[in-house]
């Protein structure tokens, strides 16, 4: 059975000491967890982050990485540099680095491609956009993302990868998707896998769900078949909100 897992990503918000209280106030609010928990601080603090959460099941993610080992890419980060800190899970293909920094599947395939060869998990975030979904191209849209990103991969490489379904629609808009369409692409995620791969790590695969997801919705989208947790965006940055979460994707 895939355990549930549930990633804060804060994304551009909390300086260092305010990163510092939330993960205080975090230890607090969830004392101990059955689901997997993490949190995505912002570079500059996931240091710190991961030296107040040592020996905690509290995991520290990053939210980008660049896909060389090192070099002349002024304001980057690399997977050694993350490691070097106690970062071993990352955050690619969010959609907001998709729109506003212009990274297209071929640049994560590659970005992909260097997390895993530093032995680093992935949460892999895709899903399509409001127009796309209403002229009903939503599953062709999801089945490239996956394809042109991850395809290329042997079969050893998925149990390094979490998949997030993020309907662009939904992030930060307060519009949630309902837990039926969650499931309904969630499953045919799963279905897609099991075409390119095999039925087996289709099953193993952690699907999570991302958009508008708060403590009054969490548990109906967590309870469905295909569901395996969610990437929390502005829920996340409320200490008691995030633990309500935690607790729901417990139950679930
Ligand atoms: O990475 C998180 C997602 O973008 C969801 O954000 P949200 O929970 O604020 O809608």
């Known amino acids: 059975m895939r355990k549930k897992i549930v990633a804060g990503n804060w994304k551009m918000n909390k300086n260092s000491e305010e990163t510092a209280h939330?993960?205080?106030?975090?230890?607090?609010?969830?004392?101990?967890s059955d689901a997997e928990v993490i949190i995505a601080p912002t570079f500059v603090n996931l240091a710190e982050a991961a030296t107040q959460l040592k020996g905690s099941f509290i995991e520290v993610a990053a939210q980008?990485?660049?896909?060389?080992?090192?070099?002349?890419?002024?304001?980057?980060?690399?997977?050694?540099?993350l490691k070097s800190v106690g970062v071993r899970t990352v955050i690619l293909g969010?959609?907001?680095?998709?729109?506003?920094?212009?990274?297209?599947?071929?640049?994560?395939?590659?970005?992909?491609d260097a997390a895993l060869k530093a032995g680093?998990?992935?949460?892999?975030?895709?899903?399509?956009e409001l127009d796309e979904r209403k002229k009903g191209e939503h599953?062709?849209?999801?089945?490239?993302q996956l394809k042109n990103a991850l395809f290329h991969l042997d079969g050893p490489s998925w149990?390094?990868?979490?998949?997030?379904?993020?309907?662009?629609?939904?992030?930060?808009?307060?519009?949630?998707a309902s837990p039926e369409q969650a499931q309904e692409m969630h499953a045919f995620i799963r279905k897609t896998l099991s075409d390119g791969y095999n039925k087996q790590l289709a099953e193993e695969v952690p699907i999570l769900y991302g958009g508008s997801?708060?403590?009054?919705?969490?548990g109906e989208?967590?309870?469905?078949?295909?569901?395996?947790?969610?990437?929390?965006?502005?829920?996340?940055?409320?200490?008691?909100?995030?633990?309500?979460?935690?607790?729901a994707a417990q139950q679930a």
């Open 213 to 218: 997801v708060k403590p009054g919705n969490a």
């Open 94 to 112: 969010h959609s907001e680095r998709r729109a506003y920094f212009g990274e297209d599947d071929a640049l994560l395939a590659k970005k992909v």
């Open 139 to 144: 599953f062709k849209v999801v089945e490239r």
């Open 221 to 247: 989208i967590f309870s469905k078949a295909d569901v395996d947790g969610g990437l929390i965006g502005g829920a996340s940055l409320v200490a008691a909100d995030f633990a309500a979460i935690v607790a």
């Open 120 to 128: 680093m998990r992935i949460i892999f975030c895709f899903g399509e």
């Open 159 to 176: 149990e390094h990868i979490v998949l997030a379904y993020e309907p662009v629609w939904a992030i930060g808009t307060g519009e949630t």
């Open 22 to 32: 939330l993960i205080a106030q975090l230890r607090t609010e969830i004392p101990q």
């Open 64 to 81: 980008n990485m660049h896909f060389a080992e090192n070099g002349a890419y002024t304001g980057e980060i690399s997977a050694d540099m």
